[in-house]
Structure formats: structure tokens, C-alpha cells
């Protein structure tokens, strides 16, 4: 069964830093591409960033910079590292996997549940 | 990068017909995908590459594409279907953009 399990989200002062995980478990991190969208209180989604099996990765033009996209084979964990945090940031955020098949996208196809970070003085 | 606009609100009564409508520029080029989310869960793919109906989505769920616009329709919409639904896209420089999101009611 697939499953993605994410965590690290917090109350953080605006310029903080925190790191977001997500535990996958019935597929392989590294042989898919793996994204972060938020979604602010009462908002819609936003994609954040998103991680190729290749090792590319891009960002939404809000995080360039300050957010890093990453992941570590052996614990089958997706990252994501949240510097020079600001309010605007605040927002639950979900990991979930871009299926890409025979050449084409499949969609986003599997999310976890979220984690919630708050960036507040 | 690009844009996705979409209607903010649908309503529909039981069984009828609800039609949500995302616009953008890039949409002729560039695939559609639908997601569907209600309140305090994560969002569900309900329709990708424009048409395709992934495993374990209802038929009444149907996707369609002509020109800068492609439509999201729930055929025979039942009290369940009341949701956000969001359509997306992605273009070749590794971007990806939401729509805003439609909020559908059931009447």
C-alpha cells in the first residue's frame, strides 16, 4: 500500500528555518518525481517545488531561494528545507507524487495528509 | 510561468449536470489535471491528461479540452460530489501551476 507520511511542520518565527519530511513507503522516492504543494487557511493550493528522479528540481518563483527540495535514498524520505521563513509561508503543506509514465504525466496521484507550518512572531 | 482561471462557484441539484470550466493560454499545449478536495482532507485526482479517469474515480467524472479551455463534468452529481475541485497544469520548464479553485455545492 502506498503511503506518505509527512512531518516537521511547527510554529516558526518569521526568518526561521524549518525542515519538512515525508516517509513514503510502497514505492521508491528516488525513481519518481516528488513535489510539495501548500495550501494557506481558507486558500487554494499553490505547487512549491518538485524533485525529478533525475536529481532536477524546480521551484515556484514565492519559495527560489530560500526553499531547498531534497531527498535520502536509504530512508526512502523526501525534504524540504524552509529558510528565511515569512508569513506568507504559512500554510499546511503536503508532499505527494507526480506520476510520470510512458513519457507523459499522470498527475499528482498519492498525497499525504499534511503538515502544518505557521510562521508567526 | 502561467495561469489557470476558474470559475469560483458551481451549483448543482442532485442528478443533474455540473460544468467547471478552467482557462489558460498554455492549455492547448500542455495537459489538464483535476482534483478534487474536501474539507480537512487531502486532494484526489480525478482527472489527468485532459480525459483520463484514473482506477476507482466514478464514470459520472469526465474531462474534456477544446482551444484555452477544458471542462470538468460530474453527470448525475450526487450529494458526495460537493467539494473544491482545482484543475492544474504543468509546462516543459518544470513548472507547475493550481487553478484557484471552484467550490461546487449541491443544491
Known amino acids: 500500500e502506498v503511503q506518505l507520511v509527512e512531518s516537521g511542520g511547527g510554529l516558526v518565527q518569521p526568518g526561521g528555518s524549518l525542515r519538512l519530511s515525508c516517509a513514503a513507503s510502497?514505492?521508491?522516492?528516488?525513481?519518481?518525481?516528488m513535489s510539495w504543494v501548500r495550501q494557506a487557511p481558507g486558500k487554494g493550493l499553490e505547487w512549491v517545488s518538485i524533485?525529478?528522479?533525475?536529481?532536477?528540481?524546480y521551484y515556484a518563483d514565492s519559495v527560489k531561494g530560500r526553499f531547498t527540495i531534497s531527498r535520502d535514498n536509504s530512508k526512502n524520505t523526501l525534504y524540504l528545507q524552509m529558510n528565511s521563513l515569512r508569513a506568507e509561508d504559512t500554510a499546511v503543506y503536503y508532499c505527494?507524487?507526480?506520476?510520470?509514465?510512458?513519457?507523459?504525466?499522470?498527475?499528482?496521484?498519492?498525497w499525504g495528509q499534511g503538515t502544518l507550518v505557521t510562521v508567526s512572531s | 510561468s502561467f495561469e489557470l482561471t476558474q470559475p469560483p462557484s458551481v451549483s448543482v441539484s442532485p442528478g443533474q449536470t455540473a460544468r467547471i470550466t478552467c482557462s489558460g493560454d498554455?492549455?492547448?499545449?500542455?495537459?489538464a489535471y483535476w482534483y478534487q478536495q474536501k474539507p480537512g482532507q487531502a486532494p484526489v485526482l480525478v482527472i489527468y491528461?485532459?480525459?483520463e479517469r484514473p482506477s476507482g474515480i466514478p464514470e459520472r467524472f469526465s474531462g474534456s479540452s477544446s482551444g484555452t479551455t477544458v471542462t470538468l463534468t460530474i453527470s448525475g452529481v450526487q450529494a458526495e460530489d460537493e467539494a473544491d475541485y482545482y484543475c492544474?497544469?504543468?509546462?516543459?520548464?518544470?513548472?507547475?501551476?493550481f487553478g484557484s479553485g471552484t467550490k461546487v455545492t449541491v443544491l
Open positions: 505527494a507524487r507526480w506520476y510520470y509514465y510512458d513519457s507523459s504525466g499522470r498527475g499528482f496521484d498519492y
Open positions: 510502497g514505492f521508491t522516492v528516488s525513481s519518481n518525481y
Open positions: 524533485l525529478f528522479s533525475s536529481g532536477a528540481a
Open positions: 498554455a492549455l492547448p499545449k500542455q495537459y
Open positions: 491528461k485532459d480525459t
Open positions: 492544474q497544469s504543468a509546462d516543459s520548464s518544470g513548472s507547475y501551476v
